[in-house]
């Protein structure tokens, strides 16, 4: 079988506004293809700069079969690397995240400097040359706080992503904030099907009790389709501009990301129990009121977010295998505000944590009955499904020319 020309068929003979074939979901010859084809091409958000606080901060990440290393070098300047050891390849750094003077590889302690240039190796012939051997660079980019990625020899450019992204992240500060807690979970389900159980509420009134005391079900908060005709929001997009927060619904021209300011339900400002804020420190000091709603922020295949004005909850998602995904969530809060002074812990982790579980039982739930071999494609809510809509639009007119290699005519016709 040939799975580029299967999934190429697949592709050009979905139906519109219906789930994808069970391979899409399951198929690991599929699954590889969706990493070489994006995962291995595109911009990944890894993580954020506050993360690296100084010189020999690190942190790691595994995208597919590529782990990655980011460090901030003596300098102060953040770098990324493919973390594999020049000698015998060897993971230099196999801890999620620390702190080192030098990168020194475990195995025969080849020793590279912060900016990946090889320092030592012991008992080489003579004539060795290290520069030649220096830790092979990962394309990076930063954006108000946030690391993106590209491990692709060619990257795309990233000053459209940056253009639409970087104002509505500004204002909140991010590069100075800090990490007050982070998850990880693995869900037993394809990536695909995380990020569309992501893009709709339909489910949330049957299974996040805890999030729906805050967050709006309604599918102009969160779809793509009809925010401009939403009265509260288009109220809400005025009262936040005018206090200097860019915050109307903003999408690129591919549907790959997405900005918008939404507002909370009723009197809430922060994703609690309550409604009320989690953290007594604002999250950014150029934000002065809490009245904010949530900052949404999209980025296909790897991030969601909510901004607010206490915290931030950042998510990051990375592919194990064609039924195993990764979810990583982190709540950010001021640099200055102190546990159990400013916030409590498990208030401010509460509503998220329940959601993040109870996301994951749904998702593995799908990806069983998705096995099935009665399995068939079935129509989405055009009510209520319009981002899951989206999602499977963009993942299709991403893939498809990949697929033919038409995006690489194109570009070398450019």
Not at 168 to 185: M, Q
Not at 328 to 346: F, P
């Amino acid at each position: 079988m040939d799975a580029r020309n299967d999934m190429l068929r697949a592709v050009r003979n979905r139906r519109d506004g219906f789930s994808l074939e069970q391979a899409f979901y399951t198929d690991p010859e599929f699954y590889k293809l969706d990493l070489d084809l994006i995962w291995y091409r595109d911009w990944l958000f890894v993580g954020h700069d506050c993360e690296l606080p100084k010189p020999g901060s690190y942190i790691t990440a595994q995208v597919g079969d590529y782990p990655v290393l980011i460090v901030r070098d003596a300098k102060g300047e953040i770098r990324a690397f493919h973390n594999s050891c020049r000698h015998r390849g060897s993971r230099v750094c196999s801890a999620e995240k620390g702190t080192v003077a030098k990168l020194v590889c475990p195995y025969h302690q080849w020793t590279y400097e912060l900016d990946g240039r090889l320092l030592f190796a012991r008992q080489m012939a003579k004539g060795f040359d290290a520069s030649q051997f220096g830790l092979k660079p990962v394309a990076i980019e930063r954006v108000a706080g946030y690391m993106f990625i590209c491990l692709s020899d060619t990257p795309a450019d990233f000053a459209a992503a940056r253009t639409l992204i970087e104002p509505y992240l500004l204002p909140h500060r991010l590069a100075e904030a800090k990490v007050a807690f982070e998850s990880t979970i693995v869900e037993n389900g394809n990536w695909k099907l995380v990020w569309e159980n992501n893009r709709e509420c339909y489910h949330c009134a049957g299974n996040h009790p805890e999030l729906c005391k805050t967050f709006p079900e309604a599918p102009t908060v969160t779809g793509v389709q009809g925010a401009e005709s939403d009265p509260e929001i288009v109220a809400h997009w005025a009262k936040c501009e005018a206090a200097g927060l860019p915050s109307q619904f903003r999408i690129d021209a591919h549907g790959q990301y997405r900005a918008t300011r939404v507002p909370l339900l009723r009197d809430a400002v922060s994703y609690t129990m309550s409604g009320r804020r989690a953290v007594k420190k604002n999250l950014s000091d150029s934000v002065s009121t809490d009245r904010i709603g949530s900052m949404l922020l999209y980025h296909y295949p790897t991030t969601w977010n909510h901004i607010l004005g206490d915290h931030a909850v950042t998510f990051r998602v990375l592919p194990i295998s064609a039924t195993e995904t990764q979810v990583t969530t982190k709540w950010l809060v001021h640099k200055d505000a102190v546990e159990g002074v400013d916030y409590d812990l498990a208030e401010l982790t509460h509503v998220w944590t329940e959601t993040n579980d109870q996301d994951r039982r749904i998702v593995e739930e799908n990806a069983f009955g998705i096995k099935s071999p009665a399995y068939e494609p079935g129509p989405y809510s055009e009510d209520h499904e319009g981002g899951v809509m989206q999602f499977v639009e963009w993942y299709c007119n991403f893939i498809e020319p990949r697929l033919t290699g038409e995006d690489r005519a194109l570009k070398n016709a450019a």
